[in-house]
DNA sequence: CTCATGACTAGCT
DNA sequence: TAGCTAGCCATGA
């Protein structure tokens, strides 16, 4: 494992911390995604570099999962029971390693019709 | 510079 | 949905 540089105050690492502080309770949001959000498009790589090298309790890294909506770790992992428990503490539905990821349809009928 | 290693992605079967 | 493959970024040997 490559250790991340020590030096905390890296603009890149700190906005990816401040992309996934962001977000919300309840929800979940890709590592690409953080790393678009923090200004760092295709660097997913480093969002999960800095992930794995943070110690901050507080950080919701929990929420942080991968593309296809699957936690990043190796079921049965500790790492992968973590994060499973921490979402479903917060009301996340976990099954087989993967959380449903928000669809751009949450109402078929709504997209359907062209309603929204 | 080349090679190896990831809490990664996107595309194809 | 599941596997595989190739591409990518950053870091360290």
Same mark, same amino acid.
């Given at each position: 494992?490559?250790?991340?540089?020590? &030096? *905390?105050?890296?603009? *890149?690492?700190?906005?990816?911390?401040?992309?996934?502080?962001?977000?919300?309770?309840?929800q979940v949001?890709?590592?690409?995604?953080?790393?678009?959000? &923090?200004?760092?498009?295709?660097? !997913?790589?480093? &969002? !999960?570099? #800095?992930?794995s090298g943070?110690?901050?309790?507080?950080?919701?890294?929990?929420?942080?999962?991968?593309?296809?909506?699957?936690?990043?770790?190796?079921?049965?992992?500790?790492?992968?029971?973590?994060? !499973?428990?921490?979402?479903?503490?917060?009301? #996340?539905? #976990?099954?087989?390693?993967?959380?449903?990821?928000?669809?751009? #349809?949450?109402?078929?009928?709504?997209e359907v019709?062209?309603?929204?």
């Amino acid at each position: 494992m490559k250790d991340v540089p020590a &030096a *905390a105050g890296l603009p *890149a690492v700190e906005a990816i911390i401040a992309a996934v502080r962001a977000i919300p309770r309840g929800q979940v949001a890709g590592y690409g995604e953080v790393a678009r959000r &923090a200004g760092l498009p295709g660097r !997913a790589r480093l &969002a !999960a570099r #800095v992930l794995s090298g943070n110690t901050d309790t507080s950080l919701p890294w929990h929420r942080v999962l991968r593309s296809d909506g699957r936690i990043a770790f190796p079921e049965g992992s500790q790492g992968f029971r973590e994060q !499973a428990r921490r979402l479903r503490g917060e009301g #996340v539905a #976990v099954a087989n390693g993967r959380v449903r990821m928000p669809r751009t #349809v949450p109402d078929l009928d709504a997209e359907v019709w062209g309603m929204r």
